[in-house]
């Protein structure tokens, strides 16, 4: 199960920090992964981690303003979000992908579970 929050409303420019809980014993058998949604847009590849946290894979729209990162002592993964644009509003979902190998997939179909969602609306 995973559960995503921190998300809200914020000005452009501004920065906000996403984290997904997950209640797997063997979190660090899963890749993470975190996808977005708005009503423009089909879901959309945000940024992707291996499960060691050593390969991380970002979507072109967000590469060089958004970090993500994990902690498997806490089974939680983390989204860094910086230089928010209103292009980022969206729902943004978490997800893990079970895996035996040290990739960061980058697209939805590898991903088993999924969180419920978590809003960020960037305006001014």
């Known amino acids: 199960q995973l559960q995503a929050f921190g998300g809200g409303s914020v000005q452009p420019g501004g920065s906000l920090r996403l984290s997904c809980a997950a209640s797997?014993?063997?979190?660090?058998?899963?890749?993470m992964g975190w996808f977005r949604r708005s009503p423009e847009k089909e879901r959309e590849f945000v940024a992707a981690i291996s499960r060691a946290g050593t390969v991380r894979d970002y979507g072109d729209s967000v590469k060089g303003r958004f970090t993500i990162s994990r902690d498997n002592a806490k089974n939680t993964v983390y989204l860094r979000m910086n230089s928010l644009k209103p292009e980022d509003t969206a729902v943004y979902y978490c997800?893990?992908?079970?895996?035996?190998?040290?990739?960061?997939?980058?697209?939805?179909?590898?991903?088993?579970?999924w969180g419920q969602g978590t809003q960020v609306t960037v305006s001014s």
């Open positions: 997800a893990a992908d079970y895996t035996v190998t040290g990739a960061a997939h980058t697209t939805s179909a590898h991903y088993e579970y």
């Open positions: 797997a014993r063997s979190y660090r058998d899963y890749a």
